[in-house]
Structure formats: C-alpha cells, structure tokens
C-alpha cells in the first residue's frame, strides 16, 4: 500500500508539472494584443495643487486589430473619485454620492476638468448627507497630498477592460513637477522611424522573419529620468518602457531607459501580413508617453 500510495503521488506530481508545463507554453504575453487593450491613460498635468487643479485625461486604446480605437468602434465611460479606499480594494470610491462617484458623460474623457472644485464638492455632499467616512479628511487644506482616482471602462462588445490613473493633488507646488517621459527617437531595424508612423517603418528590407530578430530601440530624452522627493528621501526616476506587438513575441517584453532596446522574435506566426508595434515610456509616478503604432512585414508561415 505505500509503495501503491508513492507511486500515485508521484504520478499526482508529475501530471501536476505537466500541467502547470502545458499552462505555461499556452500563455500569451501582455506585449501581445489580441483583443482590445487599454495601453495607458495619458494625464496633463501629471500633479495638481491650488490654483492649478484642472486636468485633461485620455486613453490610448487599441483594438484587437492593433489599431487605435476610433469613435464609433468602443463605448467608453470615465469616473472620478477624490476619495478612494485605497490600492488593496481596487481604488474603490469611499462613497456612493454622485458628487463624491461623479460621472462624466458616456464617451467623454476629462478636459479642463477642476478637480479640487469637484472634491470640495464632494466635501460638502458628505456633510449635507450626515458625515464623513473614515478615509476622508474633514479638511483638505490640512492635506500634504490626495490622491484622485480617474477610472476609465470601455469595451468593444466583445471585450471589457478598466483602467486607473491617480493624479496627486499637493498643498502646496512641487518644487520640481513631474513631467512624462519624452521619446527622442524609435528606432527599427536600426533605423529612425517618425512616431505614429502607419506606413512601412523602415525599407522593405525590415520583415520579421524565421531568418533574424527585429531589434526595436527607444531611446528616451536626458532629462526624462527627473529628480524627486518623498517621505523617504531625495530620488531620481527610472523610466521604463514597455512594447507591445501583435505577432511575435519579444525576448524582453520591457526594457530600462534611456536607451531601451528589445528584440522580436518570430515565434508563434500563424500568417503572414502587418504587425503592429507599440512602446509606452512610464517614470513609474503617472507619467506615460505611447509610441505608435508603427507597422512591421511579418514573412508568411
């Protein structure tokens, strides 16, 4: 009976790694689109405190094509919440109060939007309506920093994605506000290519093919890795860039700036056609730049 009961276990075990094995090989990498994606949610200014408390958001968004999404093509809805319960719940509003869970038009994104004025709003829903939650301050003016929660939804029909960008919002001015990563060049195939580039990227010589990598470079601004300080002490960014294909697969599917260079494998091709390219530039405190799409020959099967 043990020897029976070593054996099964060993059989449970190995049928266990030749599952998490069969799991792995059929799991798609997040650098590739195959149906609608949310590549990053585009804020300006990226900080705010009084006297400079308007804010414009967009949404880079791609359809399962690869293309950017259109209007027409997804339903799009944004939401704003000066007060939310915090990361482990999902940035969940801490209230339901239409001024405190303020909505804004389907299809409209925030453009010139007050959001100090939209939280003291807030503010005085909560009052009006009995009192303050735990998590929300009676006070902002006694508030060293807020974090304002835009949560973008959309969906093509088929597909639903949601998307959180915080936008701090200071007492007082930073002494260095944070600007996003800027993009000096992209470069494919070794070439420059100019960004939002819909043509081929480079001459015709530039296909993913069985017979080479393509080697995809971004090469970030000098001054795109700012200086900052928090509660821990004096920093300097480190800005990363993450690229996004739709067929292929990248060796490294991120890379550290300024000079940010990955390759293109070609793996898992199941036709010929166009790929195409993407690179988002974040600094890992709310500044996102995207790049693309730029379109790439893939050799047929």
């Known amino acids: 009976m043990r020897a029976r009961s070593g054996a099964t276990a060993r059989a449970a075990a190995a049928m266990a790694v030749a599952a998490a094995l069969a799991c792995a090989a059929s799991f798609t990498p997040r650098s590739v689109i195959e149906n609608l994606r949310v590549l990053a949610l585009v804020a300006s200014p990226l900080e705010l405190w009084p006297g400079h408390s308007?804010?414009?958001?967009?949404a880079r968004t791609?359809?399962?094509?690869?293309?950017?999404?259109?209007?027409?093509?997804?339903?799009?809805?944004?939401?704003?919440?000066?007060?939310?319960?915090?990361?482990?719940?999902?940035?969940?509003?801490?209230?339901?109060?239409?001024?405190?869970?303020?909505?804004?038009?389907?299809?409209?994104?925030?453009?010139?939007?007050d959001a100090l004025a939209q939280a003291q709003a807030c503010l005085a829903a909560l009052g009006a309506s009995g009192g303050l939650p735990p998590t929300v301050p009676p006070d902002l003016s006694a508030v060293a920093r807020l974090d304002l929660v835009?949560?973008?939804?959309?969906?093509?029909?088929?597909?639903?994605?949601?998307?959180?960008?915080?936008?701090?919002?200071?007492?007082?001015?930073?002494?260095?506000?944070?600007?996003?990563?800027?993009?000096?060049?992209?470069?494919?195939?070794?070439?420059?290519?100019?960004?939002?580039?819909?043509?081929?990227?480079?001459?015709?010589?530039?296909?993913?093919?069985?017979?080479?990598?393509?080697?995809?470079?971004?090469?970030?601004?000098?001054?795109?890795?700012q200086p900052y300080a928090d509660a821990s002490g004096a920093h300097v960014e480190a800005p990363v860039v993450s690229f996004y294909t739709t067929a292929g697969r990248f060796d490294y599917d991120r890379a550290s700036g300024p000079d940010a260079k990955v390759k293109l494998e070609y793996k898992e091709i199941s036709r010929g056609?166009?790929?195409?390219?993407?690179?988002?530039?974040?600094?890992?405190?709310?500044?996102?730049?995207?790049?693309?799409?730029?379109?790439?020959?893939?050799?047929?099967?």
């Open 54 to 58: 308007s804010v414009t958001l967009s």
């Open 62 to 113: 791609v359809l399962a094509s690869g293309l950017p999404a259109a209007a027409g093509d997804v339903q799009e809805q944004w939401s704003f919440c000066p007060f939310s319960v915090g990361a482990s719940v999902g940035y969940a509003c801490a209230s339901t109060l239409p001024a405190c869970d303020y909505r804004f038009p389907p299809g409209a994104a925030p453009a010139g939007f």
């Open 150 to 225: 835009f949560r973008y939804a959309v969906t093509d029909g088929a597909t639903a994605r949601e998307a959180v960008q915080i936008v701090p919002l200071y007492r007082t001015a930073p002494a260095v506000p944070n600007l996003p990563p800027a993009i000096q060049q992209v470069r494919i195939c070794g070439a420059a290519v100019a960004a939002n580039d819909f043509g081929p990227a480079v001459d015709s010589g530039c296909t993913l093919s069985s017979a080479a990598d393509l080697e995809v470079e971004v090469i970030l601004t000098p001054d795109s890795a």
């Open 273 to 301: 056609g166009d790929a195409w390219l993407y690179a988002v530039a974040r600094d890992l405190r709310g500044g996102e730049t995207v790049a693309g799409p730029y379109r790439i020959t893939v050799a047929g099967p």
